[in-house]
C-alpha cells in the first residue's frame, strides 16, 4: 500500500500563487507516476499535472506556462507551484501515485487539499 499525505492550499486573490505538496510514504518501489488532479464543483477529477518516474511531466493545456510540477525523490515528495492563478483553478485538489502493476493501473489517492481563487 501506499499512502499519500498532501499539504498547502487555501484562499488565494486571482494572479497569486500556491504550492502544493504531497509526501508519499509504504511501497513507494512501486509508484511510477506522480500527479496532481482537480475537481471544480459539479465537475470530474481531472488531470492537472503529472511526472513519470524519467522525469517526463504533462500539462493540462489550462495550466501549461503558470503551473510547474517537481519531485524531490530523496523526500519521496512531489509538489505543485501554481502561479497566475485565475477563479477557474478553484477546486479540490488530490495527489496522485500510480502503480503500472502488472493486472493494470493501480492508483493512490491523497485525501484533497481546498484551492479557492478569489476575483
Known amino acids: 500500500q501506499v499512502q499519500l499525505v498532501e499539504s498547502g492550499g487555501g484562499l488565494v486573490q486571482a494572479g497569486g500563487s500556491l504550492r502544493l505538496s504531497c509526501t508519499a510514504t509504504?511501497?513507494?518501489?512501486?509508484?511510477?507516476?506522480m500527479a496532481w488532479y482537480r475537481q471544480a464543483p459539479g465537475k470530474q477529477r481531472d488531470l492537472v499535472a503529472q511526472?513519470?518516474?524519467?522525469?517526463?511531466?504533462n500539462y493540462a493545456d489550462s495550466v501549461k506556462g503558470r503551473f510547474t510540477i517537481s519531485r524531490d525523490n530523496a523526500k519521496n515528495t512531489w509538489s505543485l507551484a501554481m502561479n497566475s492563478l485565475k477563479p477557474e483553478d478553484t477546486g479540490v485538489y488530490y495527489c496522485?501515485?500510480?502503480?503500472?502493476?502488472?493486472?493494470?493501473?493501480?492508483?493512490?489517492w491523497g485525501q484533497g487539499t481546498q484551492v479557492t481563487v478569489s476575483s
Open positions: 511526472v513519470t518516474n524519467s522525469g517526463t511531466t
Open positions: 496522485n501515485a500510480r502503480w503500472a502493476a502488472i493486472i493494470g493501473p493501480i492508483d493512490y
Open positions: 509504504g511501497s513507494i518501489s512501486r509508484i511510477n507516476t
